[in-house]
């Protein structure tokens, strides 16, 4: 298939895009992993890798596996109990062999410690019960590295002990894995070795699958209009299109005026007609949601008939009514407009809605002037604090509350960016963190996402449909529906030719 | 003669001293730096690991320090090391060199074999239907954008033949090589011949109109003869000069044929580079760059004593 982008490395534990994910994911294995053919990723879609079975202690504060036997790493060596604790030890930032970054450091902030019990178990030692933690050790995100091979060759040369063995990135060239004959699942994977040829300009990359020269197209990375022009060059083409649980959503600074006034934060919110977003970008399709992805998709996610009386989500007219007697009241009028810059990074999907926003917010007399910004230094000058409002696009590692609650919204996290901060939905979080009656979670879930939506925390546009296309021959394929990190293991993908 | 070559050679010296700093510079003015852009694919920053990486990759030190490594390091030889691939810099970019080398030759043999002939051709037939069809061909060239008229080949390929002319594996034959490389290369090379075309046309004409061409004619020279020994030579200084600045431009061109056709070298390497800040592979390839430059002109230099007897650079 054709690789989207110069892959930043292949630690996927150093990354947190899904570049990085699909090209390192079938090197590697986890203690457990989402079903691979389940295109809903939920706690009831796990399946046993590394780990042959779990179970929780009667105060669910640990998490015990029991480990697969046998099974070597790709240099040969065994993996033992020892590679489990090591690799959690990093990511708590807890081992002499540091990563250089750490992003998902803050998942496992309520694990005490990981112990080796005897080389074949380990156990999780939890500081209060979470059920999600088992979600996250299903993530493509969360492969077992290897305790003998430092993090800077994992970046360069990763070992793993999935069904593809690593055999060279070239930057700007390609990405190429070969079959894993010894690998612990007896007669996979099928395909001798993937291959990911790395081209960046989309135009010919498509070209490219339909002239034949790849099997496939880079998953969920074909837009709808685009996935038209497939259909119609190459009609045995199979093209799905899937729900990738990445939300389009607002950024506002507000330490800095004007958005440190809740009137122009509320404004904001209920200016936006989100239905316009999918119609101009999406021809009508993908979603509209709140935090999380809603149903019936997303697991925990708030459904349309919750979503119509949050505050923005109603009906467009009335919502920017009242949004032009808030602007008044922050001192703005027909006569006055607030001139600011919408921050963007210079990507498409970046762009085309925030020219869309532009339009929209010259409702409430704000005159919007779009600011480009570089992709690389997008995060910088976030960091930074360097912009007023943004339009930013955030994936989820995994459809769960805590992963989205205490990354996106929780107070000191990194990935926070607008450092929203309430001390009592923090609780909440807590609470539904530890809840283990899923129904009761989700009940919680909700109560939180709507607060955080009456916060305006981070306003959320959508969440995008996105398409994968593949050659009539290639069998097997799964594209998930709530998640774009998961499910690319491709152990037992096979082609028909 | 000895003394010009000297004096040249230093002021080549100077110029590459004067890029060196100016690379540099810049390099060090555009937002965000490579701990930034290491941060990126990690959607976060955290500020900790961000001193540490600039730490180990000596971004702490005085920037006088940072010049003086990176020159000090050129002078023996050591390139460094690629932040992003964390290989070693000439790793990086000998592999590709090659690659872009023989594009731009196959570019620029294209732009010289297609636009000074046809220069030529629309110089003598001056106002003909013939003149017509090449000067309209020569200005699509100049107006064409080269990644447009490169996707257009690209789309025409694939609709009409069901293949596409781009680099996914080192070709295994020279005629493989030469068959994926002809196409791009006539995609870089189409506005750098157009320009050829227009510049020889321009000269030509005004040295056909000389006396001596006139006073060749009348002594019966043949017309081949008059048209490509007595007026082209005569004609070719501009044209001359055009293909060493060409030569240099072909570096741009390259950047974005080098991007469509997915092809693996230094030109879309360097674009890459530059986005990542990986300070190591721009500093050095665009120094090498530089030195090819001035080493061109330097040699149109050299050539315009052989094709022009009034020239002499010892006065």
């Known amino acids: ?497 | 003669m000895a003394a010009y070559l000297i004096r040249r050679f230093l002021l080549m010296l100077l110029t590459l001293f004067g890029i060196s700093i100016v690379i540099f510079a810049l390099l060090r003015i555009v937002p965000g730096n490579i701990a930034d852009i290491l941060f990126s694919s990690a959607g976060m920053i955290n500020p900790a690991d961000k001193a540490q990486i600039e730490k180990d990759l000596g971004l702490d030190q005085p920037i006088v320090v940072q010049y003086a490594q990176w020159i000090g390091g050129l002078v023996r030889g050591d390139l460094g090391y690629s932040y992003i691939s964390e290989k070693p810099t000439l790793d990086e970019i000998a592999p590709r060199l090659p690659i872009s080398a023989k594009l731009a030759g196959m570019a620029l043999a294209f732009a010289v074999l297609f636009g000074i002939p046809l220069g030529v051709i629309s110089a003598v037939r001056q106002n003909t239907p013939l003149d017509y069809v090449l000067r309209v061909v020569s200005l699509s060239g100049l107006s064409l954008p080269s990644f447009w008229l490169g996707l257009l080949i690209l789309m025409v390929c694939v609709r009409y033949f069901g293949w596409i002319p781009i680099y996914t594996e080192p070709p295994k034959t020279w005629w493989n090589e030469l068959l994926l490389f002809a196409i791009p290369a006539a995609a870089v090379g189409f506005r750098s011949s157009a320009l050829m075309m227009r510049l020889t046309r321009s000269s030509m004409l005004e040295v056909l109109r000389q006396d001596y061409i006139r006073t060749a004619r009348a002594k019966g020279a043949s017309y081949a003869k008059v048209n490509f020994v007595h007026a082209l030579r005569n004609a070719v200084l501009p044209i001359v000069t055009i293909v060493g600045i060409e030569a240099a431009f072909l570096v741009g061109g390259l950047i974005v044929t080098e991007t469509v056709f997915n092809i693996p070298g230094v030109a879309r390497f360097l674009v890459e580079a530059i986005r990542s800040r990986d300070y190591p592979i721009v500093q050095n390839l665009v120094m090498f760059i530089a030195v090819c430059v001035v080493s061109i002109n330097f040699l149109i230099d050299m050539a315009y004593l052989a094709l022009d007897p009034r020239i002499a650079y010892e006065k």
């Open chain 1, 1 to 497: 298939m054709y690789h989207r982008e110069n892959s930043p490395s292949m630690s996927i534990h150093e990354e947190a895009t899904y570049s990085v994910n699909i090209s390192s994911m079938p090197i590697f294995n986890n203690l457990v992993v989402y079903d691979q053919h389940k295109a809903q990723n939920s706690i009831d879609a796990l399946t046993p890798e590394l780990a042959t079975e779990w179970s929780w202690s009667a105060d669910k504060k640990a998490l015990t596996f029991k480990l697969r036997e046998g099974v070597k790493w790709h240099d040969g060596k065994p993996f033992t109990s020892a590679d489990v604790k090591c690799t959690f030890d990093m990511l708590m930032g807890k081992s002499q062999n540091r990563f250089r970054k750490d992003p998902r450091k803050d998942w496992y902030f309520n694990v005490e410690d990981v112990t080796a019990d005897n080389p074949m178990q380990a156990t999780f030692h939890l500081k209060r019960p979470q059920p999600a933690v088992l979600a996250m050790l299903a993530s493509g995100y969360t492969p077992i590295y290897p305790c003998h091979v430092t993090a800077a060759q994992m970046r360069t040369n990763p070992i793993g002990t999935g069904p593809f063995k690593f055999v060279e990135l070239k930057q700007n060239e390609s990405i190429k894995l070969t079959r894993d004959s010894d690998y612990w699942k007896k007669g996979l994977p099928y395909l001798d070795g993937i291959e990911y040829t790395i081209i960046p300009n989309r135009s010919t990359a498509i070209l490219g699958f339909v002239a034949g020269k790849f099997d496939m197209t880079f998953p969920t990375e074909v837009s709808i209009p685009l996935m038209k022009d497939v259909k119609s060059q190459k009609p045995d083409a199979v093209c799905v299109l899937a729900q990738t649980n990445v939300a389009t959503n607002l950024i506002m600074n507000r330490d800095a005026p004007p958005f440190n006034d809740e009137n122009v934060r509320r404004a904001l919110a209920l200016a936006l007609d989100r239905q316009a977003f999918l119609d101009t970008l999406f021809e009508g399709k993908s979603v509209i949601g709140g935090a999380l992805l809603p149903p019936p998709n997303g697991v925990w996610g708030l459904p349309p008939a919750e979503l119509k009386n949050v505050i923005g989500y109603g009906d467009v007219k009335k919502n920017r009514e009242e949004a032009r007697k808030l602007m008044e009241k922050a001192g703005y009028g027909p006569n006055k407009h607030l001139a600011l810059k919408v921050s963007t990074r210079n990507l498409a999907v970046y762009r085309d809605p925030a020219v869309i926003l532009i339009d929209q917010l010259k409702d409430i007399y704000i005159d919007g002037e779009l600011d480009v910004v570089e992709s690389g230094i997008w995060f910088a000058k976030i960091a930074r604090k360097e912009y007023s409002v943004g339009l930013n696009l955030t994936g989820a590692g995994i459809d769960d509350p805590d992963q989205t609650f205490y990354e996106n919204f929780g107070c000191g996290s990194e990935r926070n960016y607008t450092n929203y901060c309430n001390k009592d939905l923090q609780q909440q979080f807590d609470a539904q963190s530890q809840e283990t009656d899923p129904a009761k979670r989700k009940q919680l879930a909700w109560e939180i996402d709507k607060k955080l939506q009456e916060d305006v925390a981070r306003p959320i546009l959508y969440f995008s449909d996105q398409g994968t296309c593949w050659a009539p021959y290639v069998k097997n394929v799964t594209i998930m529906t709530n998640s774009s990190y998961n499910g690319f293991r491709y152990e037992d993908v096979w082609m028909d030719k």
